[in-house]
């Protein structure tokens, strides 16, 4: 009998212990969680009082990676600095290869293409091939000088100083003293001070060129992989993987080698008088068609659809997604699309097909 007792006592007392020591865990990971939470919060206070002031001082509340975006679309404005100095330092330089991720806009291919194919001529260079690396391709020097850099930056974050512009970090990186990296700062009224990309023909497959070779300005050859078999001979325009020739200027038609004709998709800016109008957004390499709700300077405001599938697209529900998006982020304008069912629509099959070359 007492040993029964003494048995069930043992029992109930590890019982105990063992609900107090799980009582325990929880109380530590619900504290945990209550700190990551606290952080998180005061991660969104800092970043929605950025924001506020940005736009109290009138400063742009674009994220910086639109800005670069639309920074990368006026190719031109970044170029100049650089050829500048190619020309000054190396006065004998003829050929000049670039080396940069995809062009992955329509915005960007045509502002892309056509100064690359004008403006080194100006400077005095015979040759330019341009290398398109695919995204987290072609690990080496393009990714190792921005990869420095940012590891300059959070260095110099590290040692408690504050980061706040990209004029900054400009400053403060040219002030290292080992950094071998030229950096050359574009404010943005150089950016938008910039002459518009005149009319230029459009080229094909954009999003699948990893090379273009220009040797006459407005002149441009591309292929969809890079060759460079007789570089040691001087040619760049060897004929493998299919090289393709094209005139950049509309006014050359003459000179046109695109298999097929290709009408323009959209305007060269989007107007007031686009309201209204169909159009596709561009994010993130997706196409959303949409309706133009209001245009502001370079910016529009779409109200955008959803994909379903295969050129399947309907309102989301229950909120609509309504936004401003860069000029540059307009694939293209677009017919109304027609409804295939009482809530899902399909694009005109020539609108998807164009969707499908220019996004990947
Ligand atoms: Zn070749």
Same mark, same amino acid.
């Given at each position: 009998?007492?040993?029964? /007792?003494?048995?069930?006592?043992?029992?109930?007392?590890?019982?105990?212990?063992?609900?107090?020591?799980?009582?325990?865990? &929880?109380?530590?990971?619900? %504290?945990?969680? @209550?700190? /990551?939470?606290?952080k998180e919060r005061a991660k969104a206070q800092k970043y929605k009082k950025r924001y506020q002031r940005a736009k109290k001082e009138g400063a742009s509340t674009t994220s910086p990676r639109t800005a670069v975006k639309a920074l990368l679309g006026r190719q031109k404005a970044h170029l100049d600095p650089i050829l500048n100095q190619v020309r000054e330092q190396h006065p004998d330089?003829?050929? &000049?290869?670039?080396?940069?991720?995809?062009p992955a806009?329509?915005?960007?291919?045509?502002?892309?293409?056509?100064?690359?194919?004008?403006?080194?001529?100006?400077?005095?260079?015979?040759?330019?091939?341009?290398?398109?690396?695919? %995204?987290?391709?072609?690990?080496? %020097?393009?990714?190792?000088?921005?990869?420095?850099?940012?590891?300059? %930056?959070d260095k110099i974050v590290a040692h408690g100083e504050d980061i706040p512009n990209a004029q900054t970090l400009y400053e403060k990186l040219k002030g290292q003293e080992n950094c071998s990296i030229d950096l050359h700062f574009i404010p943005e009224s150089d950016i938008e001070a910039k002459p518009?990309?005149?009319?230029?023909?459009?080229?094909?497959?954009?999003?699948?060129?990893?090379?273009? /070779?220009?040797?006459?300005?407005? @002149?441009?050859?591309?292929?969809?992989?890079?060759?460079?078999?007789?570089?040691?001979?001087?040619? &760049?325009?060897?004929?493998?993987?299919?090289?393709?020739?094209v005139s950049l200027l509309a006014s050359d038609q003459s000179k046109v080698h695109v298999k097929e004709p290709i009408k323009s998709w959209r305007p060269e800016v989007i107007e007031e008088k686009h309201i209204g109008e169909w159009c596709v957004v561009n994010y993130d390499n997706d196409g959303y068609p949409g309706i133009i709700l209001d245009v502001e300077e370079h910016s529009v405001k779409v109200k955008c659809t959803h994909n379903k599938g295969i050129n399947k697209f309907c309102w989301p529900s229950p909120r609509?997604? /309504?936004?401003?998006?860069?000029?540059?982020?307009? &694939?293209?304008?677009m017919p109304e699309p027609q409804l295939v069912n009482r809530r899902a629509f399909s694009v005109e099959p020539s609108v998807w097909k164009y969707m499908e070359d220019q996004l990947q």
């Open positions: 009998m007492k040993v029964r /007792i003494e048995e069930g006592e043992r029992q109930r007392r590890r019982g105990e212990s063992m609900r107090r020591s799980a009582k325990k865990k &929880l109380e530590i990971k619900i %504290a945990e969680l @209550e700190a /990551i939470l606290a330089v003829c050929t &000049l290869h670039f080396f940069s991720d995809a806009t329509q915005y960007r291919q045509k502002g892309n293409f056509f100064h690359l194919s004008t403006e080194p001529f100006k400077y005095g260079f015979k040759q330019i091939s341009w290398h398109f690396f695919e %995204a987290s391709h072609g690990k080496g %020097a393009p990714d190792g000088v921005g990869g420095a850099l940012k590891r300059t %930056a518009e990309v005149p009319a230029v023909t459009a080229v094909k497959g954009t999003t699948r060129i990893h090379q273009a /070779i220009s040797m006459k300005p407005g @002149e441009m050859m591309y292929r969809d992989i890079s060759c460079l078999c007789k570089w040691e001979e001087g040619t &760049l325009d060897c004929s493998c993987f299919n090289l393709q020739k609509d997604d /309504i936004n401003w998006y860069g000029d540059w982020q307009i &694939l293209c304008l």
